[in-house]
């Protein structure tokens, strides 16, 4: 069996993106003002975009080798498992953040409907070995 290939291209640029936000979080508050930010929104978000973007490049790159790993090499009863658990935190999270009665159980409830919704996306990227045609 050979290894899945891993991309290289993406997490480069992911790279490249997130030295260029930690730049650009130093230079913005040097190159101007206090009134051209707050009268231009986009100059400071510059920053924050360009991190975010590379972050999610890095999640990206997380799906596609954990798809060319794992696809069709997980029996369906356990990814149907997994997948149901991935719910019941989705659900148990969104409980969690629309309760009326303590920020502890709101604070819990967002995070784990985040990692969550994380996982959902991760998992529904990889598909179930098919099951035998002679069982």
Do not use: C, E
């Not at 069996?1 to 030295?19: D, E, G, S």
């Amino acid at each position: 069996m050979q290894r899945p290939r891993v991309p290289r291209t993406l997490p480069l640029i992911a790279l490249v993106l997130i030295i260029l936000g930690l730049i650009a979080n130093w230079l913005v508050p040097i190159l101007t003002t206090p009134q051209q930010r707050a009268n231009n929104v986009l100059i400071p978000a510059i920053p924050f975009i360009l991190i975010f973007v590379g972050i999610l490049l890095f999640y990206i790159t997380l799906i596609v080798i954990a798809a060319r790993t794992f696809s069709y090499r997980i029996d369906p009863k356990l990814y149907n498992g997994v997948m149901r658990v991935i719910i019941a935190g989705i659900l148990l999270g969104i409980l969690g953040m629309f309760q009326p009665w303590t920020i502890a159980l709101y604070t819990y409830g967002f995070v784990l409907l985040l990692v969550s919704l994380l996982l959902y996306i991760l998992w529904s990227h990889i598909v179930p070995a098919r099951p035998n045609a002679g069982s």
